[in-house]
């Protein structure tokens, strides 16, 4: 009987932690688990969000709802680089990772104002949102189509600007060429 009970137990620990998964994404390896396992949630980002440069109503309203810290450290790298309070906090509510953040510095760092970056990152924007804008905005098209372009799908974006670049030898060469003289307009322009 306690043979039993020992392999019951420890196949029933096998099965809690059967439903963590590991998850590769823009080339950073993520440990994907319940929710359980960080029962804190809102109440862990909203403690960390105040104890750093937040005030206590802006914690609460970054972290409502929370399922981990994501928030928290999402708002604070953003905040730690050009964008203000309010616009950190509203880049960064309900994120999961740091990565909105990633994404604007990325975008805003390239060939976009600080507008354009937020509403490319904001609702869990990635690196590959920003890959994906920059390349299409060094290709044939303009800001508002680059931005439209990838702020849902960037994966299957520049899937598509890849296959259309290489089916197309005069494509290929017009967004070589626009690629210079947008980088230059955009660097005049911030």
């Known amino acids: 009987m306690k043979i039993f009970l020992g392999a019951l137990i420890l196949f029933g620990s096998v099965i809690a932690s059967a439903d963590a998964f590991y998850l590769d994404k823009d080339g950073v390896r993520y440990l994907c688990q319940p929710d359980e396992f960080n029962p804190g949630g809102a109440a862990d980002c909203a403690d960390l969000a105040y104890s750093g440069p937040f005030s206590r109503d802006e914690s609460l309203r970054l972290c409502r709802g929370a399922t981990g810290l994501g928030p928290a450290q999402c708002a604070a790298k953003s905040y730690g680089g050009p964008f203000s309070k309010e616009e950190s906090i509203n880049l960064c509510v309900g994120a999961r990772s740091i990565a909105?953040?990633?994404?604007?510095?990325?975008?805003?760092?390239?060939?976009?104002?600080?507008?354009?970056?937020?509403?490319?990152?904001?609702?869990?924007?990635?690196?590959?949102?920003?890959?994906?804008?920059?390349?299409?905005?060094?290709?044939?098209?303009?800001?508002?189509?680059?931005?439209?372009?990838?702020?849902?799908?960037?994966?299957l974006a520049v899937?598509?600007?890849?296959?259309?670049?290489?089916?197309?030898?005069?494509?290929?060469?017009?967004?070589?060429?626009?690629?210079?003289?947008?980088v230059q307009r955009a660097l005049e322009t911030k």
Do not use: V, W
């Open 100 to 155: 909105p953040a990633d994404c604007a510095l990325k975008a805003y760092g390239g060939p976009f104002s600080k507008a354009e970056s937020l509403q490319l990152c904001s609702n869990n924007g990635t690196l590959a949102n920003a890959d994906c804008a920059i390349k299409a905005y060094a290709g044939p098209y303009s800001k508002e189509e680059a931005l439209t372009l990838c702020r849902q799908n960037p994966n």
């Open 159 to 182: 899937r598509a600007l890849n296959e259309m670049l290489r089916a197309s030898p005069a494509m290929r060469i017009r967004a070589q060429s626009l690629s210079t003289l947008n």
